[in-house]
Structure formats: C-alpha cells, structure tokens
C-alpha cells in the first residue's frame, strides 16, 4: 500500500491554479524524486503533505492527500501530530541558533514532556548515528550548530528531523547549497534512510533524480504530467512532454 496518495488534488494561491488535479502515490521505503521546471509547483505540492501551506494566506485545496488511508486536509487533522510524522527539509540548512544538542532535542522537548535527560542524551546519538554524524560531533554537543559546516548543518537538519521519529521525511532542493562532494555523501545517505522511511525530494537536478530516487515524478505549470519508476522515466517516458524536459528542452 502507498504511504501517501493523492486524489484529484488541487490547490490555487488565490486566484491563481497552483497544482492541478493530483493523483499520485508514494511508496513507503523508496525515494520519490518530483522534478519539473521551476514554477510548475514542486514545493507546493510537498508543502501540502504536512499542511504547510496553511501557514499562507489566501490558499484554498480541494481533493484529497492521504497518508496511510488518513485524508490530512481535513479539518480536524492534529497539525502538530502530522508534522511530527513529516519531517521536512530545506534546501538551506536552518539549524536553530542553539547547541548542537538543542537542535536535535528541540522537537522531543515539545512532543515528549517529561523526558528525562538520559532519554534525550539517547536520542541525540541515536539521531546523530543515522546521519553518520556521531563520531565527528560526540565531543562538540554544546557548541553552537552555526558553526558547523553546510553539509554538517543539512545533516543535523536532518538529524533533527529523524530525532521526533517521522514516518516520512519531505527534501526540497535538499542539496542545492552543497559541493558535489557533500551532494554525494547526502545521497548516500538518503538510501541507507529510506529503509526506515519514505522519502521525497524535490530537486532541480536530473541527475540527481536519476541517481537516487526509485520513482519520479514529472510536473510542468502544476500538472503531474508523468509518475512512474525512475528508470523507466530517464529511459522510456510515456509522454513527449517528460521527454522534452529530459532532454534538457525545458530550462
Ligand atoms: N505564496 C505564494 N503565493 C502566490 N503564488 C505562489 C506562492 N508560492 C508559490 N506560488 C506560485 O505557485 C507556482 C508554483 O510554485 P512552487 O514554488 O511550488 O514551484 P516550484 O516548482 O517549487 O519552483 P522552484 O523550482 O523555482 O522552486 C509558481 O507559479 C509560484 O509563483
Ligand atoms: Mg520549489
């Protein structure tokens, strides 16, 4: 069964049609890629998968979005119990101006009242471990997270995420801001996460979808014009449109 699925899903800034009639599914313990020119809705629609776009005026949705057969637009979803199970990250690191240690534990100290210190001390090497970032980092838990270095820091925002343990984990552009070097080591990251979690990234780059996502997704001016495996889409996309922009038609 698909962890998340959309129904004819719409939504519109205002007046204007942002994503048009979605239906899609998301594979739990696979990596989704959605690529498509810029503007044709990519962030948005992720942003719909924890309710993000709530915090925008003026944005109407209709159509479902479900997550584990739940429909998440609905009203009396519990924001803060979804956005504890969708962990999201962005293309620029945001670690909070706190230690290395509050970053991570940030999220507990909210979710979970009354944990105790050994509980939380658990959580961070636990959370710093499945970022591979533990051995570098063990001895410098009190120093400041912006002196990390950007994949340091993208890391730990991922870290961060994993700490309240999300069942999905949403990347924008999550390696925009890095050197191919750290691009390369996230991704490889991303594939040991995926076995614990499902996993979508938006990115620009192809061949970045190419390399680590199992399933991608293809939209242009809000349309999800293709969905399918990778291969199959860099190989042998169904529609003309996906082959334009694959062939680097589209900019
Ligand atoms: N807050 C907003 N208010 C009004 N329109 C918006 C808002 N955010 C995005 N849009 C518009 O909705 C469309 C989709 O935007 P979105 O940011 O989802 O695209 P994207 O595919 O993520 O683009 P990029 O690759 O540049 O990040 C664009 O035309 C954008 O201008
Ligand atoms: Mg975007």
């Known amino acids: 069964m698909a962890k998340i699925t959309t129904k004819n899903l719409n939504l519109w800034y205002g007046a204007f049609h942002a994503v048009k009639n979605i239906n899609s599914a998301f594979e739990a313990n696979r990596i989704t890629a959605i690529i498509g020119p810029s503007g044709c809705g990519k962030s948005t629609l992720l942003r719909v998968f924890n309710r993000m776009n709530d915090l925008i005026e003026g944005v109407r949705t209709d159509g479902g979005a479900l997550i584990d057969d739940n429909d998440i637009l609905n009203s009396n979803t519990d924001l803060v119990v979804l956005r504890k199970k969708i962990g999201m990250v962005f293309q620029r690191p945001n670690p909070f101006p706190l230690s290395i240690y509050e970053n991570i534990v940030f999220g507990e100290r909210i979710h979970a009242d009354g944990i105790t210190r050994d509980g939380l001390d658990e959580i961070v090497q636990e959370s710093l471990k499945s970022v591979l970032l533990w051995d570098e980092l063990k001895d410098r838990l009190n120093e400041p997270a912006l002196r990390l270095s950007l994949e ?13 343990k999300p069942d999905v984990l949403l990347m924008d552009e999550p390696c925009s801001a890095l050197d191919p070097q750290a691009t390369a080591r996230i991704e490889e990251l991303m594939r040991e996460l995926k076995n614990n979690y499902t996993i979508i990234i938006v990115t620009h780059n192809m061949q970045q979808a190419a390399r ?13 014009i293709e969905f399918g495996r990778t291969e199959q889409i860099f190989t042998a996309p169904h529609d003309r449109r996906t082959e334009d922009y694959i062939t680097g038609r589209y900019g």
Do not use: P
């Open 152 to 164: 340091q820091r993208q890391r730990l925002c991922i870290a961060r995420c994993i700490a309240v």
């Open 212 to 224: 680590v996502s199992d399933d991608t997704g293809f939209m242009l001016l809000g349309e999800l």
